[in-house]
RNA sequence: GCCACAAUAGCUCAGUCGGUAGAGCAUUUCAUUCGUAACGAAAAGGUCCGGGGUUCGAACCCCCGUUGUGGCUCCA
């Protein structure tokens, strides 16, 4: 007999050779049905497979994450299966399951795959799954597999089998298809009811644009029927929070092709948008003891050769400006950061004169490859809310950590409570992609993390991901599909310092040299904005809001009063307009109710005669009448709550 | 940059087989003066993304470009 222990640390006694499933059986019928994954001493494990020895064992359900994914990389094979009945031909690179589903590489070999074949695949797909066909694993040697999948022309499984160590191979086998797959899966691919096949993209095989480029089948699977036409919902859903549709319908900002591709135009209520979050920005700053500068949007070409930028993006960014001036190169300035190190060097600077944190909201140009453009998200012209703190080494953590509190205040008073943090390290196996000596790197990399555990913050550790002159803590947050967006950065930089020469006079009257923070709790405001867009839905918080309240006259006899009524609120710094057009109140109502504009006023005889107003509160409705003065306080204490907590 | 797809009125979109361009909303005018989610009537509104080609004839077919969308790659 073989002892299994649960995750709750009871144990029973089974047969070696009892598989996951049985072991559920023992437990429960309903257990059985619904165990789609377990884990056996750690190791991921398909729930048909035996167990032989004692073992540690954990179930997973649909529920779990290591359920769906097992769900969903069977899922990807049943693609796999359906494209190579409807696609002879057609060979394989890689399927496996994702965030929200699954996808499958594969070179078409002469066969057009286009949208319209979606309805066939997921018929086929079905057809399939109603078989029940088990999957079955298989051990396979690396000459048996290569000969295998050679024989049929899978050149990319190869290369894949061929980088593999022998002896560890497996095969997972339904019905006519078979895969490479180290597993898990489902026993049987008969629990996949319900199939929708989302997109089509292209992908280069193994991400390597210098390879051939893949076309990458996207696809969702679910248990029931119901939960695709939920999830179907929910898509649709989060369609009209997208930024782009938000920003165009409240009038915040708009695209030119006469402009340019990727180069945003702020309209008037969203420039006083981002004016308030950067007065809000400003505020908390200065507390913490920044100093404002402004810089010009060029630079000197010698300049970032000087930072290092200019070897390293030079090519890849918008080209130097030519003056009339023979031998004149400017650079629009891709970062601030070499234009601050100016800053810092223009005067002698003392122990006594740091930290020196230089902030500044710089607008930088970056020529960012056309395919990436996104809405607000990835543009070219963008300002970034920017600051870089000069310090002694001995007072990097003590900034970061205050750097840290900066970007938690913010992201509390605007709710972003899911987000996630990052830790970007050097590849330690790539180091000549980086600039800076060994012994910084190492220096940096302990600050952050040891920033981060002091913090108790909970950061994602990322190997290969630090910018080319030192490692940092970035804040991500998910837009309205689930795509992840950096936002605020913190980045710790030895290597600047270096190549600007940076200096001060320590307490020993020696020189010593200064190390260098770069933080931006935003981002960028255009990627703030628009990820702040897509978690409100558009209802932006009332301190944010373009207009806070909307003044509704029962007829054009109370325009006067109206505009009145509005004249005193905006006296009283709250932004108030009157939607004076000649329609009935419903109308109006109505129609504020779709801009989202949080309070409407609603006045006629009796508010009239009585300096009052009837309040009307956006998706909640009437909340009664009272005085102009009243809600003049009510609105402004409401403003100040939340921005002073 | 790469792959795929798209672009028609201010907005959302229809436009059949290649035969001289259509709706709703918004706008303007008229009527109405209204009490908490759409009153009515009329008018105006078009470089069918741009350029080239095929054709007697192109919004529609072909080529080039621009911009956008979904991915990939990239992201100082």
């Known amino acids: 007999m073989i002892t299994i222990t649960f995750p709750d640390k009871s144990t029973r006694q089974y047969e070696p050779g009892t598989t996951p499933l049985q072991i ?11 165990i789609l994954a377990a884990t056996v001493n750690g190791a991921e494990w398909d729930i048909s497979r035996p167990i032989n020895e004692d073992a540690e064992i954990k179930l997973f359900k649909w529920d779990d994450a290591e359920g769906k994914h097992a769900f969903w990389h069977s899922s990807a094979h049943l693609l796999a299966e359906a494209l190579q009945e409807l696609f002879p031909g057609v060979k394989f690179g890689i399927g496996p399951a994702i965030e929200n589903g699954f996808y499958y590489d594969i070179d078409p070999n002469g066969n057009t795959i286009t949208a319209a074949d979606f309805s066939r695949i997921e018929a086929k797909m079905i057809e399939l799954a109603q078989k029940k066909e088990a999957i079955v694993r298989a051990d396979i040697s690396k000459d048996d597999a290569l000969k295998m999948f050679g024989d049929r022309g899978e050149e990319y499984k190869c290369e894949l089998i061929s980088e593999l160590e022998d002896g560890h191979i497996t095969t997972y086998t339904q019905g006519a298809f078979t895969d490479l797959c180290r ?8 629990p996949i009811k319900a199939v929708k096949i989302l997109s089509l993209a292209g992908a280069y095989w193994r991400g390597d644009e210098k390879r051939n480029q893949l076309v990458r089948v996207y696809g969702i699977t679910f248990p029931k029927k119901k939960m695709l036409d939920e999830y179907l919902v929910m898509l649709e859903e989060a369609k009209k929070r997208d930024h782009r549709k938000i920003g165009k319908e409240m009038e915040l900002f708009a695209f030119s092709a006469n402009v340019g591709a990727g180069l945003p135009l702020w309209l008037p209520k969203g420039a006083a948008l981002r004016d308030r979050l950067e007065q809000f920005l400003r505020k908390i700053q200065k507390r913490y003891g920044y100093l404002q500068v402004i810089t010009p949007h060029i630079g000197n070409k010698n300049l970032y050769v000087t930072s290092g930028h200019y070897a390293k993006y030079g090519k890849d960014s918008f080209q130097p400006i ?23 060097r223009s005067a002698p600077r003392s122990y006594r004169d740091l930290p020196m944190r230089l902030a500044e909201f710089g607008t930088v140009y970056r020529y960012e490859q056309s395919g990436e453009l996104h809405g607000l998200t990835r543009v070219r012209g963008f300002t970034q809310d920017d600051a ?6 001995d007072q990097i953590k003590d900034e970061f950590l205050k750097v ?6 913010i992201f509390k008073a605007l709710k972003f409570d899911n987000f996630e943090a990052q830790i970007s390290l050097r590849d330690p196996n790539n180091k000549q992609k980086y600039i800076g000596s060994d012994e910084n790197w190492h220096l940096a990399e302990n600050a952050i993390i040891e920033a981060c555990a002091e913090k108790g913050l909970n950061a994602r550790t990322e190997l290969g991901e ?20 950096q936002l605020g950065t913190i980045q710790v930089d030895y290597n600047l310092p270096e190549r600007f020469q940076l200096e001060f006079t320590g307490s020993d009257n020696q020189k010593h040299r200064p190390v260098m923070i770069h933080r931006a709790p935003f981002g960028s405001l255009e990627r703030f904005v628009a990820v702040l867009l897509e978690h409100t839905a558009g209802k932006l918080p009332l301190w944010l809001v373009p207009d806070q309240c909307v003044v509704l006259p029962i007829s054009e006899k109370f325009n006067d009063y109206a505009r009145r009524v509005a ?20 109308k109006k109502i109505r129609d504020n109710e779709l801009k989202r504009v949080p309070y409407m006023l609603v006045v006629g005889e009796k508010e009239a005669q009585n300096d009052e107003v009837s309040v009307r509160k956006q998706g909640e409705g009437d909340k ?3 005085k102009i003065t009243t809600f003049a306080k009510y609105l402004t204490d409401e403003v100040a709550s939340m921005i002073n907590q």
């Not at 840290?404 to 205040?409: A, E, K, T, V």
């Open 388 to 393: 870089h703190i000069f310090c002694a080494p």
């Open 567 to 586: 004249a005193e609120l905006n006296e009283a710094d709250i932004r108030a307009i009157v939607d004076d057009r000649n329609e009935k109140i419903g």
């Open 404 to 409: 840290m509190d900066i970007i938690f205040y």
């Open 183 to 190: 597993g898990p899966h489902l026993p049987s691919t008969a």
């Open 24 to 34: 559920a059986e023992s437990i429960s019928t309903r257990l059985a049905q619904d």
């Open 466 to 485: 630090a910018a080319f002159y030192g490692p940092k803590l970035d804040f991500m947050v998910k837009d309205a599909i689930g795509r992840r967006w």
């Open 322 to 344: 030519h003056t009339p001036e023979e031998g004149e190169e400017y650079l629009l300035k891709p970062m601030n950061c070499p234009h601050h190190c100016e800053i810092y």
């Open 624 to 626: 009664g009448t009272m």
